[in-house]
């Protein structure tokens, strides 16, 4: 049973860093990209960045382009998620998916989802 596996969640003060994890388990996720989206309380899940299944190209959401960075490791099955400089919007659940569309921004392109972490940025 494939399935995607988030930690690293935690609470932080507003310009710290945390790092995620999602650790892929069932099947091969090589030929897949993977996303990470995120969900605070009240508003659609939104989209914060992707890396290719080679790894070789990542897309970001413009409201956390310079401050996080997602990379994989394809030995561990595993894909990270470094944010730094934390603001008190970024609090929300994050979760992990992957799609082996090239539609990195949209939901219904992912064929697998985490459950999901709560990062809580405090101000």
């Known amino acids: 049973q494939a399935q995607l596996v988030e930690s690293g969640g935690g609470l932080v003060q507003a310009g710290g860093s945390l790092s995620l994890s999602c650790a892929a388990s069932g099947r091969t996720f090589s030929t897949y990209a993977m996303a990470w989206f995120r969900q605070a309380p009240g508003k659609e899940r939104e989209f914060v960045g992707a890396?290719?299944?080679?790894?070789?190209?990542?897309d970001y959401a413009d409201s956390v382009k310079g401050r996080f960075t997602i990379s994989g490791d394809n030995t561990k099955n595993t894909v990270y998620l470094q944010m730094n400089s934390l603001k008190s919007e970024d609090t929300a659940v994050y979760y992990c998916?992957?799609?082996?569309?090239?539609?990195?921004?949209?939901?219904?392109?992912?064929?697998?989802w985490g459950q999901g972490t709560q990062v809580t940025v405090s101000s």
């Open positions: 998916a992957a799609t082996r569309s090239f539609r990195y921004r949209y939901k219904p392109s992912y064929d697998y």
């Open positions: 890396i290719s299944s080679g790894g070789g190209s990542t």
